[in-house]
């Protein structure tokens, strides 16, 4: 554990929890290892997986970042 600790990194996101995440989460999390999946056997090359992204974002993972953000902001 400790030598794990000399290379972990930190996500400041983590003790947040978004409005948006919690109503889309599942979808969310579906398109981003969905296209990791399909990326990884080939089913996909690296536009599809950025295209993947695009949809993730507009799907509501803008309102998810914007909403974390908010958060993070608020408890500095």
Same mark, same amino acid.
């Given at each position: 554990?400790?030598? &794990? /600790?000399? @290379?972990?990194?930190? !996500?400041?996101?983590a ?12 979808? +969310? &999390?579906n $398109?981003?290892? %969905?296209?990791? $999946? *399909?990326? /990884?056997? =080939?089913? $996909? &090359?690296?536009? =599809? +997986?950025? %295209?993947? $992204?695009? /949809?993730? %974002?507009? @799907? =509501? =993972? !803008? #309102?998810? *970042?914007?909403?974390?953000? #908010? /958060?993070?902001?608020d !408890? #500095?």
């Amino acid at each position: 554990m400790a030598e &794990d /600790l000399k @290379s972990a990194v930190y !996500n400041p996101a983590a003790p947040y929890v978004s409005a948006t995440y919690v109503a889309k989460g599942a979808q +969310l &999390d579906n $398109i981003v290892a %969905d296209a990791r $999946i *399909k990326y /990884l056997a =080939g089913q $996909i &090359d690296e536009q =599809g +997986l950025k %295209d993947a $992204i695009k /949809l993730w %974002d507009t @799907s =509501g =993972g !803008n #309102k998810v *970042k914007e909403e974390i953000n #908010k /958060l993070w902001q608020d !408890n #500095k």
